[in-house]
Each structure stands twice: as structure tokens, then as C-alpha cells.
């Protein structure tokens, strides 16, 4: 049995696990063999690492890590780990996996045949502060009695002004992403909503969906975009292993004597 | 029409990065992430927080808009 710790890319059917050769994170100077380790009906899909060595987000790291857990995503069912994920053996793995087999077994089963499509609604416009403004007479006359020439915009008034835009944008966030999910939720297995991360965002989406059916949503996407105003943007991407879908919680392994824990 | 782009699961590092960092299985014990002297661009503001310096940002942001808005004067 290996001493080597291990690096952990999430878990699969024990009876599907495939053989992905030398695709995963380095160790020892070149990218590691990735495999199974097997307990009962499940496996944990690994490769060796490093003992010694922290996880950096870098993209050298971060790639084959997108890799595996794609083609693992291809070729069968996974619950894909987040990034960063390092068991200190195969014993200490297998006695993590050992009493939550029955757990991985059902999420593997809930997540069967099923792939992530991700779509997200951007305005694309040049200022998005100009486009709220200008189609709102509310914050054009806020805007033109704060900063009109000569005038001094008091702190509070910089602040109410602010929170009205915020109340305008996320007004408006709301209305569009109904529409959107409304367009979109009809055939799919399951949605997730993120919130946004940047002004000029609608709606980060993730829908979970039938393999078979994968086409006929990109298509479906099309057609909705096909329907919105110019000043709209969706990107949809996808497949996605079904990383804003997973719900499993496990119980963790038995204390093993003094563990580094990341700084 | 909207705009529309179409990408696999191999496009943008940002895509990417969402899911396999924000998403997905965690074992605390098993977690071996380290963001120790790395200049975190990707994951700087990554969620937008209601907040004094949003707003006064935003109001700046706004009042650049007036100036483009002013007509010229002879």
C-alpha cells in the first residue's frame, strides 16, 4: 500500500472508475498517475502528492485539477472535491470513505446521467451606471442635483445616492433572472442561483440537466437570448461536472494524532 | 437580440476557478489550500457586499456620468 499522501479529485462508482493515466497534479517532477482507491460500492479518484506541500491556487495546479474532474464528469457520475483537497494515505482515505459509503452511494445515484449547464445574463454595455441612470429619472435628477456645477454633494447624499442605484440594480436583477429561470427551468432537474459578482451581472446560473438533453437546452438558451434587447448578454457553458448541485455531508475520519491544518 | 456565447467547460479560468474553488465537496481535514503570499486577483471582490465604501463608490461612479451629460455651452 502507498505511504504517499494523496491528492483527492472526488468520488465515483467503484465499478466505473476509469484509468486516467499521468493527468494529474505534479509529484515528483511531472504530472501524477491518477486512480481509484476503492471502498465497497465507491472510490475516491487520487493521485500521489506531496506530503510537505501546501495546494497553491495556481494554474499549473488549478488546470489538471479542471482536467480530471472533467473527464471524469464525461465518462461517468462524480461528486467533484473543491480544489485543495490532500488525505495523508490510503488508510487514512479509506477510513474516511469506510462509514460513508451508503452517503456517496445515494449522492452518486441523485446525480446520475445528470450534467451542469451554466448560463450567465451580463448587460454589456459601455457604463453601467450610465445605463441605470439614463433610464432612470429617479437617479438622473438625484445625479444632476448632486453634481450639478457648483454644487457640493453632501456625504449623505453621496450614500442615499448609492443605495438608490443598488435598489434600482437589484430591483431590476430580480424582475430579469424570474424571466430568465421562467424561459429555462422548464426541462431541467434542478437550479442554482449565485449571487452576482460584478455590477454588470443579471444572473449567474447553474442548471443541472440529463445528458441527453444537453443539446436541446443549449438550444433552448438560444432561442430566450434570441428574444432579449441588444444590451444583454448569456454565456452559456457547460458540461460541468455537477459542482453546484452537491448536498453531501460527511462525517469526517477519526482523530489520527497531531494533523497540520492550512494556515 | 441579446448577445450570445456558447463555451465549453475548458473556456476562462474564471468559470473554472467559480466552481473548483467556491464549489464542490469539502473535508476540512483534508484541506490542504494555501492562499499564503499569492496575490489573490481572482478572488479579490468576489462577491459584492452592501456597504458605506459600495455606495460612495457608486455615487462617484454616477457623478462621472454627469459630465458627459452636461451639454457643452457655447
Request: aromatic share 8%.
Amino acid at each position: 500500500m502507498s505511504s504517499n499522501s494523496l491528492y483527492v479529485y472526488g468520488f465515483v462508482r467503484a465499478s466505473e472508475a476509469p484509468e486516467l493515466g499521468e493527468a494529474g497534479l505534479a509529484h515528483e517532477g511531472k504530472p501524477a498517475r491518477v486512480y481509484a482507491v476503492r471502498s465497497g460500492k465507491v472510490a475516491a479518484m487520487v493521485s500521489a502528492y506531496d506530503a510537505n506541500r501546501r495546494v497553491l491556487p495556481l494554474r499549473r495546479n488549478l488546470e489538471p485539477h479542471h482536467r480530471v474532474v472533467a473527464e471524469l464528469a464525461r465518462v461517468t457520475t462524480v461528486v467533484p472535491m473543491a480544489f485543495g483537497h490532500v488525505a495523508q494515505g490510503e488508510s487514512e482515505l479509506k477510513s474516511l470513505l469506510a462509514p460513508n459509503v451508503g452517503a456517496i452511494s445515494a449522492e452518486l445515484d441523485r446525480l446520475e446521467g445528470k450534467v451542469e449547464m451554466g448560463v450567465r445574463v451580463q448587460w454589456d454595455v459601455q457604463n453601467i451606471f450610465k445605463y441605470f441612470v439614463d433610464g432612470d429619472a429617479g437617479l438622473a435628477a438625484t445625479r444632476d442635483r448632486l453634481f450639478a456645477a457648483g454644487a457640493t454633494a453632501m456625504h449623505a447624499d453621496r450614500l442615499e445616492l448609492g443605495r438608490m442605484f443598488e435598489e434600482r440594480l437589484q430591483a431590476a436583477r430580480t424582475s430579469l433572472a424570474e424571466q430568465v429561470l421562467g424561459s429555462l427551468e422548464g426541462e431541467v432537474a434542478g437550479v442554482r442561483s449565485n449571487p452576482p459578482t460584478t455590477e454588470e451581472m443579471v444572473a449567474d446560473l447553474a442548471f443541472l440537466v440529463e445528458r441527453g438533453r444537453q443539446q436541446r437546452f443549449e438550444e433552448r438558451v438560444a432561442e430566450v437570448a434570441a428574444l432579449w434587447p441588444p444590451e444583454y448578454l448569456f454565456h452559456c457553458t457547460g458540461p460541468w461536472a455537477p459542482f453546484n448541485f452537491v448536498e453531501l455531508q460527511l462525517g469526517s475520519a477519526p482523530a489520527a494524532g497531531d494533523r497540520e491544518w492550512a494556515s | 437580440m441579446a448577445k450570445l456565447v456558447q463555451s465549453s467547460n475548458s473556456s476562462g479560468l474564471v468559470e473554472v476557478v467559480d466552481r473548483i474553488l467556491d464549489k464542490g465537496i469539502v473535508i476540512d481535514a483534508w484541506v490542504k489550500l494555501s492562499l499564503v503570499g499569492i496575490e489573490v486577483l481572482l478572488l479579490e471582490a468576489r462577491v459584492v457586499v452592501s456597504s458605506v465604501e459600495t455606495y460612495l463608490a457608486y455615487a462617484e461612479a454616477i457623478s462621472l456620468t454627469a459630465s458627459a451629460a452636461v451639454p457643452a455651452t457655447a
